[in-house]
């Protein structure tokens, strides 16, 4: 037998972890231990060992009431942070008008402007806030980055997780790659 037939009958013969099969020419590029970024609860798992996955696939799923409610809550303090500082532009704008007419002091005008800017400051704290919230509900949904093989899926339903406690693995990876005739040799 030749070398390059050992090699692929090699590789053809050679399982994945979730028992899949690969073809002729392609090789386990490297395997991802996959976990959530925030902490909470697994509501669900939707990958299963030996599925094939694209990248982006849901392979699981936090529950999400905390993360929907605080997004909400955060949304609706991101709506009165913008009004908050409308209106204190809008006062900083009436009071420089009296001043410039000479009915309101100097002390009247700075009272103002001061409060204009704690309004900004105010509405880029709920901006903050409100693009935090919105990240840690993403961050609830596990999905594949690459695309491969679910090789094990050691996650489950009722798991608490928590990344600064060490990230439980929820999904374990197979990554293939596609060797050329020379990187096969």
């Not at 902490?39 to 993360?67: H, I, T």
Request: hydrophobic share 50%.
């Amino acid at each position: 037998m030749e070398p390059m037939r050992s090699r692929k009958a090699l590789l053809s013969a050679l399982m994945l972890g979730g028992g899949v099969m690969l073809a002729a020419g392609q090789a386990v590029a490297e395997q991802l231990t996959l976990a959530f970024g925030v902490p909470g609860v697994v509501a669900s798992v939707s990958a299963k060992p030996g599925q094939k996955l694209a990248q982006g696939d849901e392979l699981a799923r936090l529950d999400q009431s905390v993360f929907r409610a605080d997004a909400a809550m955060t949304r609706a303090q991101l709506a009165a942070a913008q009004e908050r500082a409308k209106q204190a532009d809008a006062e900083a704008g009436r009071v420089k008008q009296l001043y410039d007419d000479l009915n309101t002091s100097a002390e009247e005008l700075e009272k103002a402007q001061l409060a204009a800017v704690e309004a900004k400051a105010g509405l880029a704290v709920a901006q903050r806030d409100h693009a935090r919230a919105q990240w840690r509900l993403k961050q609830s949904v596990l999905r594949a980055p690459l695309a491969g093989w679910a090789a094990r899926v050691p996650g489950y339903v009722g798991l608490v997780t928590h990344p600064q406690a060490g990230a439980a693995p929820i999904v374990v990876i197979d990554v293939v790659k596609t060797m050329d005739d020379k990187s096969a040799k």
